[in-house]
Each structure stands twice: as structure tokens, then as C-alpha cells.
């Protein structure tokens, strides 16, 4: 089957691509929660879901030849368990979970995690050492919303950040945590039938704009000062926080 012809639907998928590549490059991460949002806008949010999926992966490949060598080992092995967990919750209760809830959820997180951040949590004092049991918790909520929605990272970020990792190595952490997740996605998506011919091919067009996205995202973290890493990182995921909960209040009371 032929795929999507709209061009508002490019209008509006072109960007998504492009912002959630520069977060998979490693730059201010949470911009990648606009991907599935700004295709929703045009298209049901599963099918914009299962669109992105397949290019999300191939962005994930593009991550790790970039960042093959800088990742955190101890931060992957707390976290991603319980983002097993959270993948299979995600499938065992995919009929019951609205969008609206999904996005509800990420706004509360993201929203308490930036006004942690602003009020001198995350910005003072010394990194925060490994806590597991609160890696495995936000590594199973990471792996429940990017499961509904592709939303996983507010909830890595909440663990992550206050960690005070340099941004290659945290940008590198978080490409080998999701391109794990992602890849474990594949298998529940299928069976759910979220592929079709007419998404497979809609993901072929916009599959181009992956790799330069994310090699730009790469080039910015790189070159970017720590500092200002950081505080774009919390801002983002502050405005987007604000932005899914507005959608998922909406979308409850609708």
C-alpha cells in the first residue's frame, strides 16, 4: 500500500522527526516527547506511535555508532530490568490505558522533576549516587510510557540527571537504554498489529531525515558547555511537561 499522501501530515511530521533525532543525538532529551504529540495532531496517536517506531530505530543505530564507547554500565544495568517490567505492563494493559492518561502521567513527572530542578534539587550540591530501587521504579515507568507513546524519557531523566554525568556519557547512556527498549518494543507492537503496510511505508519516506537529525543532535552535545546542556535539558522537559498535561487533562474531561 502506498503511504500517507497529506501534506499536513508532513507538515507536521517532518518536524517531529527532526526534533526527536536531535534528542536521540543526546541533545536536551526531552524534546523527543513532541514526536508522537505533533503527529497525534494529524493522525490517531497509535498510528503516529507506530509510524515513528521503526524510525526511532534506525535513529537508535545512528546513536550508537556515535556513542559505541561513552555509556554508563551501572546506570544500564539498574535501569533497563525495570523497563522490562514496564514494556510488559505496557502490553498486558494496552486496551484499558488512554493516550489522555499516558500523557497525564509523563506531564505530572516532567513537571515535578523541572520545578525540582529550578528550586536547586538537581543544580547544587553533589551528584547523587546510585539508588537501584529508585532506578528500577523509573526505569519500569520509562518503559510503561515509551511503550503507550514513545514518552519514556521524563522518567529516565528523573533518574539520570541528578546523577551529574558529563553529557557525552549521559547522552550515550540514554541512546543504549532506549535502543534496548525500542528494540524489546518491536516484538509487543507486533503482535498488537500496530504495523500495517500503509505505516511501514509512511516510515520509509521520513526514514532519511533519521540519520542527519541525530548526528546533529550528536554535534550539539558535543560542542554545547555542560552547564548549558543541563539547563536546556530542564527547561524542555519543564514546557514539555506543561504541554502533555494540558493535553491529558484535555483528554480526560473530553
Not at 16 to 43: E, Q, R, T
Request: zero cysteines.
Amino acid at each position: 500500500m502506498l503511504p500517507i499522501a497529506d501534506p499536513v501530515f508532513y507538515a507536521f511530521a517532518v518536524p517531529a522527526v527532526l526534533v526527536v533525532g536531535l534528542a536521540k543525538g543526546g541533545f536536551a532529551g526531552p524534546l523527543g516527547l513532541l514526536g508522537v504529540p505533533l503527529m497525534a495532531l494529524v493522525i490517531p496517536p497509535v498510528q503516529a506511535a507506530a509510524i515513528m517506531l521503526p524510525i526511532l530505530i534506525a535513529m537508535d543505530m545512528a546513536g550508537l555508532a556515535a556513542y559505541r564507547k561513552s555509556f554508563d554500565t551501572k546506570s544500564l544495568a539498574i535501569l533497563l530490568p525495570g523497563a522490562l517490567v514496564g514494556i510488559g505492563i505496557g502490553y498486558l494493559t494496552a486496551a484499558q490505558v488512554s493516550d489522555a492518561h499516558v500523557r497525564l502521567l509523563v506531564g505530572l513527572v516532567a513537571i515535578l522533576f523541572a520545578a525540582n530542578a529550578a528550586l536547586g534539587g538537581a543544580f547544587h550540591g553533589a551528584p547523587r549516587p546510585h539508588r537501584p530501587w529508585a532506578g528500577r521504579f523509573w526505569g519500569a515507568i520509562s518503559g510503561f510510557t515509551s511503550f503507550v507513546s514513545h514518552a519514556g524519557g521524563p522518567p529516565f531523566q528523573f533518574y539520570m540527571l541528578p546523577l551529574r554525568l558529563d553529557p557525552v556519557r549521559f547522552a550515550g547512556t540514554a541512546v543504549v537504554f532506549f535502543t534496548t527498549v525500542n528494540a524489546v518494543k518491536l516484538v509487543p507492537y507486533t503482535a498488537l498489529g500496530q504495523f500495517d503496510t500503509r505505516n511501514l511505508a509512511t516510515s520509509a519516506v521520513l526514514l532519511p531525515l533519521a540519520p542527519l537529525a541525530t548526528f546533529a543532535g550528536v554535534w550539539l552535545v558535543k560542542h554545547v558547555d555542560a552547564s548549558v546542556f543541563y539547563k536546556i535539558t530542564y527547561a524542555a522537559v519543564g514546557l514539555i511537561g506543561l504541554k502533555l498535561l494540558w493535553d491529558g487533562v484535555a483528554g480526560i474531561l473530553a
